[in-house]
T-cell receptor
Framework: AQKVTQAQTEISVVEKEDVTLDCVYE???????LFWYKQPPSGELVFLIR??????QNEISGRYSWNFQKSTSSFNFTITASQVVDSAVYFC?????????FGTGTRLKVLA | DADVTQTPRNRITKTGKRIMLECSQT?????MYWYRQDPGLGLRLIYY???????NKGEISDGYSVSRQAQAKFSLSLESAIPNQTALYFC?????????????FGEGSRLTVL
């Protein structure tokens, strides 16, 4: 069975603070892909990053960084120097055998 | 124009009514999906289709049916709507030829069943 757990339901931070969103996954597939999507208040879903199971290199894109650790089945997302525009719901997702499975999401509130 | 278009964007209906949500895409993708979003439950897969002749149930297909009229069109139907089907519905597509490719979502259809 596949499962994605985002234990943090809601996080509030003050602007310019760093924040890490946790994602833990379960899968029996040896080849799989992990994703993060952002859902701003306007409601659309925006793709942020894709990582395959053979690539454990961390990735940095501007203020965003991702830490993938197979040993702990985690794919955590860090926003450095958060901004109000980062306020959104963030979803972690997994695809193994064809089906995408989403976590329940973490609502991030960045306060000015 | 959006690559993945959902209609209607908002709909209010009454219990027992038949409702159809339509999705069309211009991305040329073979794979299409319907998801439902509820607060605190994330996105749950209702149905998915890998081509016109391939329809598969997702984790919450009861009470729903789908039709893949063409490669570019995938409709979701609620034969007899009930209040607990009130939710935000998303259509999505992905590229068959790119294993593990990301999902491209429509803008969502908000359905309220009274």
């Amino acid at each position: 069975a596949q499962k994605v757990t985002q234990a943090q339901t809601e996080i509030s931070v003050v602007e310019k603070e760093d924040v890490t969103l946790d994602c833990v996954y379960e899968t029996r597939d040896t080849t799989y892909y992990l994703f993060w999507y952002k859902q701003p208040p306007s409601g659309e879903l925006v793709f942020l990053i894709r990582r395959n199971s053979f690539d454990e290199q961390n990735e940095i894109s501007g203020r965003y960084s991702w830490n993938f650790q197979k040993s702990t089945s985690s794919f955590n997302f860090t926003i450095t120097a958060s901004q109000v525009v980062d306020s959104a719901v963030y979803f972690c997702a997994l695809i193994g055998t064809y089906k995408y499975i989403f976590g329940t999401g973490t609502r991030l509130k960045v306060l000015a | 124009d959006a690559d993945v278009t959902q209609t209607p964007r908002n709909r209010i209906t009454k219990t027992g009514k038949r409702i159809m949500l339509e999705c069309s895409q211009t991305k040329g993708h073979d794979r299409m999906y319907w998801y439902r979003q509820d607060p605190g439950l994330g996105l749950r897969l209702i149905y998915y289709s890998f081509d016109v002749k391939d329809i598969n149930k997702g984790e919450i297909s009861d009470g729903y049916s789908v039709s893949r009229q063409a490669q570019a069109k995938f409709s979701l139907s609620l034969e007899s709507a009930i209040p607990n089907q009130t939710a935000l519905y998303f259509c999505a597509t992905s590229d068959r030829d790119r294993t593990g490719g990301e999902l491209f979502f429509g803008e969502g259809s908000r359905l309220t069943v009274l």
